[in-house]
């Protein structure tokens, strides 16, 4: 199972919207709101929360049409580049992931890795 932010991309794809055109921003929210409920810092946390909304910026998550969601920033970068290389089958794991996207730097991992991959495992990466 994803940890918590990685829940947080599954559910926000998969939400039941009762017809309301949710942008990923608010599916977002409203994921993190679930899963932090009493914890605003763990809501508004970015490393995340910039991988999903930068993954649907480029098109790459199913039934999200591409667009301007967010300022761009690393983390989108590091989500875009973490999906090329699960295509490219180099890389498998978390770990492995956030060596390559940062190159190597002493960077702590933010939870981004975990929001690619549970989106990656569950089929929902559009490549």
């Given amino acids: 199972m994803a940890n918590r932010y990685g829940e947080a991309a599954l559910m926000a794809i998969r939400m039941e919207t009762y017809g309301k055109n949710l942008t ?21 946390k970015g490393g995340p929360r910039g991988a999903f909304l930068g993954l649907c910026e480029a098109g790459l998550v199913k039934g999200i049409p591409p667009g301007q969601y967010s300022p761009s920033n690393r983390n989108k970068a590091y989500a875009i580049r973490a999906v090329q290389l699960l295509t490219a089958g180099t890389h498998t794991s978390v770990t492995q992931l956030w060596k390559a996207v940062t190159d190597g730097e002493d960077i702590a991992h933010g939870s981004q ?6 989106l990656w495992k569950n089929g929902l990466i559009v490549n």
């Fill in 113 to 118: 890795m975990d929001v690619v991959m549970a």
């Fill in 24 to 44: 990923p921003q608010e599916r977002w929210d409203e994921s993190v709101k679930k899963l932090y409920p009493t914890t605003p810092i763990g809501q508004k």
